[in-house]
């Protein structure tokens, strides 16, 4: 059996053992808002933090030379997860900053345009749209978006609509963070490559739980957060293709990213350099790089696996609920483990408050996609993400835990 030894894995994470409020064990099922750290990346970033913390790129000491060294062996080793080469990978605080960082860039290079267009979904998390929208704003561009079908995939009809000549950026989530919906970004790459237009993708979702390889995407860029995927706040990755990177302008600037200053002017550092201005959050990369080591040994198609097997699940068990809608596609084949569902007649926060009492931890609410819910006519749902962590026992519970809130409120 190649499965993930959970009870194994549950081991490495200390707070999965925490006893809450009522006396219930914790079933935190809200890793798509934020994942659980194993002792492993706490270790590392100690480590790092005891014995080898300096100011990287800059002192000549010996302190200096190993933290650059193990930052940079850090960098080497995220993007070899993604499949990318180290020079392409840019660490930021998070998603949300790797995509204002190549928004704003656009808006310099005069690649964003007024008579130009971007295209998003309406299934973008506000991080993926905002940016966006500024964008458009600053530079006369249009906004224009795929719409999803009832069933919580893009509507690809009008894709000979959307993407055309005038199009200079398709900017996609890879993996939807309330549908669950893996998008075919494969195939709407290849359709923005044909017009020349650059693709992002929001890949938040999506490189922590599957294997992913930058270069069968066909993307141009492509940026995910740390959090997500076992490691710690306040780091996260930006991946470009070279060629691109080294024709954009910074996003911050300052030390670390110059070549020569005078008091008039300056030049910049190539790539990733250029885009990682100031003292970078050294062990949080170190924190990174170790969580990436986790899941590499765990298997990332291991883990995909896990989480279709308790999708299935999830997905069987609130069906049978009488009341209980999901939105987003009722089957695993294109879609990953974020469950966002409904209950007749009550509320996503009560729902979540009777889930609380029972120890279970959920998301409600909008979950950043405003526009996503209000396709669907719902204010907010409660959202249930799963993670190597997570057990069948805890999908039941979760269920258990529906059908509770529904004798309270019903
Ligand atoms: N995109 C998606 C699809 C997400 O799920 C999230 C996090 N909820 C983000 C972007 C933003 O991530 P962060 O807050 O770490 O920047």
């Known amino acids: 059996d190649l499965g993930l030894d959970v009870r194994d894995i549950r081991g490495d994470f200390p707070i999965l053992g925490r006893v809450m409020r009522g006396g219930a064990p914790l079933v935190y099922l809200d890793s798509a808002a934020t994942s659980q750290k194993p002792v492993h990346v706490l270790d590392a970033e100690r480590d ?4 080898h913390n300096a100011a990287v790129h800059r002192g000549a000491h010996q302190l200096a030379e190993e933290a650059t060294e193990i930052y940079e062996a850090a960098r080497a080793t995220v993007a070899g997860f993604i499949g990318a080469e180290p020079d392409e990978v840019v660490f930021v605080k998070n998603a949300t900053e790797g995509i ?6 656009l808006g310099l290079t005069g690649t964003v345009t007024a008579g130009k267009n971007i295209v998003v979904s309406e299934m973008e998390h506000h991080a993926n749209l905002v940016p966006w929208q500024e964008l458009a704003r600053r530079t006369g561009a249009t906004l224009d978006w795929f719409p999803l079908t009832d069933e919580g995939r893009l509507d690809l009809t009008s894709i000979d609509d959307l993407i055309t000549e005038d199009t200079a950026v398709v900017a996609l989530t890879h993996q939807s963070n309330v549908l669950g919906t893996l998008n075919p970004v494969e195939l709407i790459a290849e359709r923005a490559r044909r017009v020349g237009a650059l693709v992002l993708l929001d890949a938040a979702q999506s490189v922590p739980h599957r294997p992913v390889d930058v270069a069968a995407l066909g993307a141009d860029f492509l940026v995910f957060s740390g959090h997500k995927m076992l490691a710690p706040g306040g ?3 930006l991946w470009g293709r070279r060629r691109l990177l080294a ?8 030390g670390s990213m110059i070549e020569v200053v005078t008091m008039e002017r300056s030049t910049y550092l190539p790539p990733p350099q250029r885009f990682e201005a100031g003292v970078p959050m050294t062990a949080q990369a170190v924190g990174l790089a170790a969580a990436v080591d986790y899941l590499t040994a765990l ?11 308790l999708t299935e699940q999830a997905l069987a068990l609130l069906s049978d609920i009488p009341g209980v809608s999901v939105i987003g596609p009722r089957t695993t084949e294109d879609r990953g483990a974020t469950v966002a569902f409904t209950v007749d007649g009550i509320h996503a926060h009560d729902v979540g408050q009777v889930l609380d009492e029972v120890g279970v931890a959920v998301r409600v609410g909008h979950h950043c996609a405003r526009p996503l819910h209000q396709r669907f006519g719902v204010a907010a749902t409660t959202r249930a993400s799963f993670y190597v962590y997570n057990t069948p026992e805890e999908v039941e519970t979760l269920a ?4 509770e809130a529904q004798k309270y409120f019903g």
């Open 48 to 51: 790092f933090t005891l014995r």
């Open 100 to 105: 204002n960082l190549v928004a704003y860039a």
């Open 299 to 309: 298997g990332m198609e291991q883990v995909e696996r896990h989480e279709v097997e």
């Open 235 to 237: 780091i996260g990755v």
């Open 400 to 403: 258990r835990g529906v059908r």
């Open 247 to 254: 024709d954009l302008p910074p996003f911050l600037t300052g």
